[in-house]
């Protein structure tokens, strides 16, 4: 596999060890850093086709979900590279059995590897959901679409959970040819084979996925999957601790991607459902996360922490993931002592060495963006069973933006106001004032 695509997936960065240490690390980016991340960001990006230059085409999620925050604040430039990357990777879906193909190559959308993995329909699915909230593309709606499709008919076991990966290639058969090939024709001569192992970071990722396409694109099959699945995770591989073990093999607890992919995913469960069983979950693991895989120095590392143990190694990839959740899970949950959870994440991703260390930079922006200011936080009054409430909740769920909070309080009010940057708003009590407010805002 072609090493920037590589990177993106496996990138174990410098170790304690190969970092000067300060006596004391700020957990801050400096503004020298954010700049010198800025102009990463836009000279990596590929104006011709969108992405990231490279012969290898993917998506980097996390850049495009910084075009799209950045752009709806009024980024021309940063919207249009948002726009130019998701309509073009739109080449990646397998048109007849839907599906996102793994990559493409030749430094075009069109030339896909045609491998699919769960972790590809996870990104793409999420990734689009958020940009139809963003720019209400029924193209993006109908990508979304075919994703959960596909992972219905091809990726869902029995049980509801979902299985790694299906193969590119049958044995003697020409995969261009083959996937050009219509329905009919393909089942003639056969399915290319499907991975059927059970992986909990796999299944967390995918979950977290139909769950935001259930908040974003009011997908209600979306949401039933995830919380199947979910249950059977939690039913199977979940210790009572809070960590989540890998698969049916493994006794304990060993890598952060898998709790921390279940963490997130049980916090996105709990936004669309408001079921505190899901909040509770996600507060657990976090505390888990915090207790095992925390490194002496900064960050948190890819395996249980153990001082002596050179295998665990801090990965910028997971530490952005887990310091933008904790970040999030801290106005969740009320509990304030998970911002020192989110300092000990920012005090590993704002060394220069390791923020500007990979083609993460973008990661690395909206952990800064987001840890420098709260939510976009949304108050609801009332009782969640009455259909007033509901509405109000439907139209708070499709607002924009990933970083938002919905709080919901038991109130015969029937009202919602919203606070954003200091600013509180006054009640509004239709769902026509709620939409015209959230559109200013």
């Known amino acids: 596999m072609h090493t ?5 997936y496996e990138n174990p960065i410098p170790i304690e060890k190969k970092i000067k240490l300060k006596d004391k690390i700020n957990p801050v ?12 960001h836009h000279s990596s990006f590929d104006w011709k086709y969108g992405g990231i230059s490279s012969p290898i085409k993917f998506i980097d999620r996390d850049s495009v979900e910084y075009s799209l925050e950045t752009g709806s604040n009024g980024d021309i430039n940063e919207k249009r590279m948002a726009k130019l990357t998701l309509d073009n990777a739109i080449a990646l879906i397998d048109p007849v059995w839907g599906g996102v193909y793994q990559y493409s190559t030749l430094g075009r959308w069109d030339m896909p590897h045609y491998r699919k993995t769960i972790a590809a329909q996870a990104g793409h699915l999420r990734l689009y959901s958020l940009a139809y909230s963003y720019m209400k593309s029924g193209n993006y709606l109908d990508v979304t679409k075919s994703i959960q499709k596909y992972v219905l008919n091809f ?16 044995s003697g058969i020409d995969s261009v040819k083959y996937f050009s090939l219509q329905k009919l024709k393909r089942e003639e001569i056969g399915i290319p084979e499907i991975n059927k192992q059970v992986l909990t970071r796999d299944n967390g990722w995918l979950i977290e996925a139909l769950g935001t396409h259930a908040e974003y694109c009011g ?18 591989f979940r210790n009572s601790d809070g960590g989540y073990r890998k698969n049916q093999t493994t006794k304990s607890t060993q890598y952060l991607s898998d709790t921390l992919a279940m963490a997130r995913a049980m916090l996105q469960l709990y936004r669309c459902t408001f079921n505190k069983k899901y909040l509770d979950y996600s507060c657990q693991s976090l505390d888990f996360i915090n207790s095992n895989f925390r490194n002496s120095f900064f960050g948190f590392c890819n395996t249980i922490y153990n001082t002596n143990d050179n295998a665990a190694r801090c990965q910028i990839d997971e530490n952005i993931s887990l310091t933008r959740f904790a970040n999030l899970l801290k106005f969740y949950s009320n509990k304030d002592n998970y911002n020192d959870v989110v300092k000990h994440g920012l005090r590993y991703l704002s060394i220069p060495e390791v923020a500007t260390a990979r083609v993460e930079e973008a990661g ?3 952990v800064d963006k987001e840890t420098r200011m709260p939510p976009l936080t949304i108050n609801i009054f009332g009782n969640i069973g009455n259909p007033k409430i509901s509405e109000f909740l439907d139209i708070a769920h499709r607002k924009e933006g990933w970083y938002k909070l919905i709080k919901i309080y038991e109130s015969n009010a029937d009202s919602v106001s919203i606070e954003i940057d ?20």
């Not at 920037?4 to 993106?8: A, C, D, N």
């Not at 006054?426 to 939409?435: A, F, G, I, M, S």
């Open 219 to 236: 997908d209600t099959k979306s949401l039933s999957m995830a919380i199947k699945a979910a249950k059977w995770i939690n039913d199977s």
């Open 4 to 8: 920037l695509l590589k990177s993106t």
């Open 155 to 170: 990726m869902t076991s029995r049980n509801g959970v979902f299985y790694t990966s299906q193969s590119g290639a049958i």
């Open 364 to 366: 690395v922006l909206l």
């Open 422 to 441: 200091g600013f509180k708003s006054k009640p509004v009590y239709t769902p026509e004032e709620l939409n015209r407010l959230l559109l200013t805002h």
């Open 29 to 40: 980016l400096s503004n020298k850093c954010r700049r010198r991340l800025k102009y990463m």
